[in-house]
């Protein structure tokens, strides 16, 4: 009697030997496609979480082909990852090497799986002509701004004329234009895992900590390319109505696209006149109520304007920061902390002065990394003011 495995052989040779799931071009046939989340070709092989979105999709491919549709079904490997990174080098191994070893264990071990892929359509990140279109669109965004008035992308060439007719000096135009850019270079806190000496995801931690060494992440401050993606919020929104999603993974898209609609201005610090931040309200209607603004701990501004009386308070609460993930720091039933930085600064709408706090549930990189706080208005901030006997100020 066969054995499993020896059914499975001789299956897996017969599929090879018809090209059972080779996409052919058949004008007749509605075309459908299908792509899963490709996996990093990284450790020794697919682990026991990949088969759960790759059978998924393989279900999805499988019912549509009974439907009559021309499927096409590819797979493919990211080979850019940091775990492909991390793995080279725990292993003293060439990059290349290690993905194209790995991407073999992989493809067997799909293989096996005996699921509905069109082998002849697999690819890696790695591959010039894969990696040469996704250069040529970062290419498009860094030479290309968003004309606000046209909605739509514009080459920074016509910026620059525009400028220019401006009378514009050259440190100006560039300032500008690198302010414009969709594709700009910044400094954004990003979780670290100083064992790995990796960046990491939020989906890459367990409980904080690194989900490949265990490590604490801390929160680090990195040097990275970042697209001006909000300027088609309306567009990424509008958008989501035309897709045929479960309506929880459109909420889901919403909240990542982060679009909403206030105010920004400018507080200066008190006796500073070069000190500013700026902060975002969607309540500007209770400016009046503004009774203290919270920092993020890696804003830049916040050890040039801390007093030598709380430098120490402000440098330990930032360190312990730095080794809670943004979830942890995000987390809404998590109770809000906060150091006072010693400086003030002034609302613009009625020259109050206003104490600056620095607290780790502020994100550096959402919004401007500053908020401000109305507890009459607000029950977190309401919360935080009683903690630390911050005057209340009712204004609606």
Sequence with gaps: MATLKEIGEKRQKKWKESNLYQVKEDKNKKKFYVLEMFPYPSGAGLHVGHPKGYIAGD????????EGFSVLHPMGFDTFGLGTEQYAIDNKMKPQVVAEKNINTFINQLKDLGLTYDR???????????????????LKMYTHYYDEKEAKAKPITELEKQLKQQNKSE???????????????????????????TGLANEDLDDGKCERCGSEVEQKPMRQRVLRITK??????TGLDNLNWDESMK????????????????????????????????????????????????????????TNEYKANIAAYK????YKSQLERTELQKEKTGEFTGAYAINPFN??????????????????????????????????????NIPIVHVI
């Design 59 to 66: 279900v999805l491919a499988r019912k549509k082909m009974l």
């Design 120 to 138: 002849d359509r697999s690819f890696s990140t790695a591959d010039p002509d894969y990696y040469k279109r996704t250069q040529r669109i970062f």
């Design 171 to 197: 440190s100006e135009i560039k300032d500008i234009i690198d302010n414009q850019r969709l594709a700009y270079v910044d400094y954004k806190p990003i979780n670290r895992c100083p064992k790995c000496m």
């Design 232 to 237: 088609y919020a309306d567009r990424l929104i």
């Design 251 to 306: 909420d889901l898209e919403r909240n990542r696209i982060g679009k909403s609609e206030g105010t920004q201005f400018k507080m200066n610090i008190k006796d500073s006149k070069d000190l500013a931040f700026e902060v975002y309200t969607t309540r500007v209607d209770t400016v009046f109520g503004m009774s203290f603004v919270v920092m993020a701990p890696e804003h830049p501004l916040v050890d040039q304007i801390t």
């Design 319 to 322: 360190e312990q920061a730095k």
């Design 351 to 388: 020259g109050e002065e206003i104490p600056v706090y620095v607290g780790d549930y502020v994100l550096a990189n959402y919004g401007t990394g500053v908020v401000m706080a109305v507890p009459a208005h607000d029950e977190r901030d309401f919360e935080f003011a009683k903690k630390y």
